[in-house]
């Protein structure tokens, strides 16, 4: 048996309709907060954590992630012959390679809900148990997806999904766990429901963008009907396996920004941007002005 967690499916087709119009031409995979694009933090938090293969399920109107990951010989030699050695340099250390790196790109070409999209990695995935990290859910501080393949296996954790406490009002956004047990770290549940209403949610225990899925997560998701909103729901399938694999929360230590919307985007933003000396000037500068002209 296979337990170690050797792949990351990175759904990435969505349409992105709440950055619109922005991302009518960009993928909001690619939006940055602050310099660098969503994409990118997934893709470094996945090879923190050792991952060997990516998968990417993506759309055919979204290439532009493709030539934003993979190396570009072409562009690297035209800056070299234009004396930019360093850039070139730089971007062939950030880029993914085919001759170096074990990445593969395949097609979700329908609306179907994010446990198709997983689904239709399956044919790319390496034995064992898969890791799905949604690149919306940005988790900075100690990489997660590390913590959670520690904590993988341990105990008998069986699936494996990030969890966080909400308010219950937001439970309509997350899929939520029942609770059965918790030693701390790890959520023991019993049951998952996808956007419960918050009047009827087993809990406010959410479930975010990163998940450690036993196997047979696949043929869970070959047998789901559609589930909320009408979509092949990924939380249906962890649902059924329940009381043949097991399901845990994993309470991460990083903290998390939604940055499928624009204030998490934004809260992210200015979280990086305090880290970083010529942008905590301009916060400070910003701050000054707002006392002013409250005072004003
Ligand atoms: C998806 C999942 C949901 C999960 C959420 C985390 O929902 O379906 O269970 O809680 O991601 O961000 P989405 O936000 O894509 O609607």
Redesign the pocket.
Known sequence: MHTSVRTVIFPVAGMGTRFLPATKATPKELLPVLDTPLIQYAIDEAQAAGIERMVFVTHPSKHAIERYVMDDAKLRSDLKSRGKIALADELQDAALSHRTDDVVFTIQDQPLG?GHAVLCARDHVLPGPVAVV?P??LILGKGCLGEMIDAYGRDDSGHLVAAMTVAREDTK???ILTPSGDNGSVLRASGMV?KPDPAHAPSCE????RYILDASIFDDLASQTSGAGGEI???DAIAAGISRVGLSGFRFSGTRFDC?SKAGMFRATLNLAARDGECLEVLREHAVASHQTAAA
């Not at 959410?206 to 963008?209: F, M, R, Y």
């Open positions: 994010l949604l919306d859910d956004k997350y899929g996808e959410a479930v975010v963008g729901q990924l939380t499928g």
